[in-house]
């Protein structure tokens, strides 16, 4: 996303110099406070400036009027120029299963002189239609166009008829009973490529009114009601006089931490909770847990403990939020709630908190053991941490099973520390064996990081590792793993200040993933997350990276103070707050990494179990007096002013006396003033990776015919690469690789490369003659079939399993060789959607009573009780012979919804892979 661009901070403040001659800034008005406005950007990138009361992006300014109001002329470019070409796909129960990925319809909208509604033809289901009518130059879709979408279903209701089911382009069979409705699914508002989200949208719903088999529906595009707009100011209106004031001699960060104060005040409900944004009602583990570690634990301890005991389930586990094929171990980074307990005791030094949260994390995370962690990687499966939106950082293929048995960054990160906070939680209570313990997993997971998701040649970790029998690292960087992996210690110095030095970083921040996946809208994929940037920023901070540090500053001061909100999020490629998915106003995270870039990395407060460190970062361009007055730190109350710029203390001094490792006790009491002289040296040179936006390539879809894999061409690919087993087995400019014969199981997957080396996702893995290595064990003869209604089974029938029925099946299997072999199930759990809910349904595996791994069966689709699907394969060295495989509901299986953990099982696949 950006072009590489490295200068140190001197040269960075002297292109600010001379950058300021060459542009005029808009008069300012007066400030009521006590630093005048200048003309002097303080800061500035090729996209925006940050001057000492404003903030100018183009025509755009931000501007402190005071230090407890602000206001913004900012208006969203979303809003003026829109094409009149017009994509779209159909989508059956709300999947992206009508057309290959990259084959879509596409019809004009162009303006009509009487406004009058217009009509797609009759589209049939599955056969694309290209309007190839070009484009007149500007000409541009006009506001509020009616577009009656037409759609023709007939062959799709005629196969129901004929033989109760239909055949996808992917050949999965669509059976009659689990057929619930059609959507259009598209890149124009209303519209949206969020398939998964289709559902809560009823204007994107086709109907046939009259039963003729042709559905339809009405959008208004471009419609004005949805034009996106904020507020134009911003004045201060909640008394935050309780909280610690902050004044420096730059007027717009001191409103934009007022502003963000209010906002935290504002966050807090009636109940005690955290509210975890404007448009997201609740409380959610991992948005208050990244909340509380940021900012809240030091600022509203109180509602902080009320928010994370809420999200803890009757058993005493830590609650895994809605997610992905059902939520928990699709996603396992509730963990990351052990990690804000901690610091709300290290806050507040209560102890009677400390016992109260140490058996929750205790057993959690002794479930996660055996649910969630993998030995022979040392790493722990889920999908990545707060990117819980499957298809904006996953390729289309993956199931939620290949997301549970994928090794994320971000979740290993949490789960690292999440083991180093049990751990010393455990030695303040005077446990050394669990102690021990959870230090041993945390360096486990901390070997597995650096020995399987580092990337050399690139200089930060991969995104993830993914596939199915074989896994490979996905290249992309996940903004969140690299800077929770420096500042959790999980990389060591040096690799720190390479992870920040060279994690691609855009004009307007650091986005979530980089680069970007095509086809998927703004959201986590091209977006750039304040709270992420905050991370990032603390990280930076502590690698020492000032150019990095200062910029993240910028990043988070802009969209705060032209959006008058701390909003959840903006696209990356432009840095506006219209076009992702859904981007709500006061946003926990976001206000909360606002304040703690105060907090943690200009004052640089650091707390311990013992006593509060200093470990200030000004950047130079911030450089002069600021004051943090009111600082509340258990039994004492903290008056901070703090001179001159850099990462090092001159001199520190208590009432007058110098104070010993820049740290307060944690007995300390009363109220004392702390004054902190900066060494006014730059750190050492460091750059950032400043990159332009940049997309994928297109996942290729792979066939095997005859010794040959072939794929359709990718656009924009100079080279496809070939892996077998997970491994480099060739590369070619053509779409088509000849493989030779092999005497075992063998997959293939093809990544497409662009012109400036990037890749594509691995393509799905594509088993050759699967069937010479694999034998089916079914279920129904040892348990007795199920009468339940349901099709698409193999064989006579298939078998449930609940919590009341089949809690334990036995299936007897013949292993014809001693070897590594591969099991997996092929089951359906029509519970809820792909992509939300809590009724994943998890059973253990095992020989006897040796543990083999954990089977996990996300759910399919609501009430798609007929579309089946494998399980996550459990890799096992078995012997040879005939004896039986049981599958059991244990303790550490029980799943999020507690009452509903329930599937259908039809067979067993016994694959020998080695």
Known sequence: MHVPFHFSTCFLLTLGLLGACQMSKPSSSPTTDTTPATTTPVWQSTAYSLYRDSIVQGKHTARAVSRHELTSDYQSPANEFQSPQVSFKFSVNGKDNEMPPGQDHVVLALPQADGATQETPVIVFGKQYVDRTPVPATTYLSPNTPLKIRLDMRPVLAAFQQQGFYTLYNGQKLYKDDFKQVFVAGNTAPLSWDFDNLINKPQLE???????????????????SDVKTTAGQWKQTFDVSGFPHVTSDYPLLDALYNLALEEAKRAVEPDGTFRTGQEWAGVWTRDISYSIILAQALLQPEAAKTSLLRKVTPEGRIVQDTGTGGAYPCSTDRIVWAVAAWEIYKVTGDNDWLRKVYPIVKQSIEDDEQVAYNAATGLVRGESSFLDWREQTYPKWMQPADIYQSEAL???????????????????????????????????????????????????????????????????????????AVLFGVADAERARTVVARTPVMDYG???????????PPYHNNAVWPFVQSYWGLAAAKAGNETAFMESLAAVARPAALFLTDKENFVASNGDFAGTQVNSSVMLWSLSGALALTYKGLFGIDFQVDRLAFRPFVPQALQGQRKLTGFNYRGAVLNVEMHGFGNTIRSITMDGQPLPDAAVPATLTGTHTIRIELSNQVPAAASQNKVAHHVAPT??????SAGRLTWAAVE???????????????????????????????????????????????????PIEVEKFSRNFKLEATTGRSARPYNGYMGQGFVETSTTINKTIAVRVTVPATGLYAVDFRYANGNGPINTSNKCAIRTLRKGQQFLGTVVMPQRGVEEWSDWGFTNPVLVQLEKGTYPLTLSLEATNTNMNGEVNQAMLDYLRLTKVH
């Open 410 to 484: 971000g979740t290993n990160a949490v789960h690292f520390q999440g083991n180093v906070v049990l751990a010393a939680m455990a030695e303040q209570l005077g446990q050394p064996t669990v102690a021990q313990e959870a230090t041993e997993r945390a360096q486990r997971i901390k070997a597995g990081i650096n020995d399987q998701l580092w990337l050399p040649d690139r200089g930060y970790y991969g995104q993830y590792r993914y596939g199915r029998m074989f896994q490979q690292i996905s290249p992309k960087s996940e903004a969140l793993g690299e800077a929770l």
């Open 716 to 766: 924009g690919a100079k080279a496809y690469q070939v892996l077998r087993n997970g491994q480099f087995a060739g590369r070619t400019t053509d779409t088509h690789f000849s493989i030779p014969a092999t005497a075992g199981y063998t997959e293939y997957q093809v990544m497409a490369i662009d012109t400036q080396g990037f890749e594509s996702f691995a393509s799905e893995p594509l």
């Open 699 to 704: 996942t290729p879809t792979v066939r095997y």
């Open 206 to 224: 086709l109907k046939d009114p009259n039963g003729d088999g042709i559905y339809e529906t009405t959008v208004v595009l471009h419609a004005h």
């Open 510 to 520: 650091i986005p979530c993933i980089y680069p970007q996946i095509p086809g998927i």
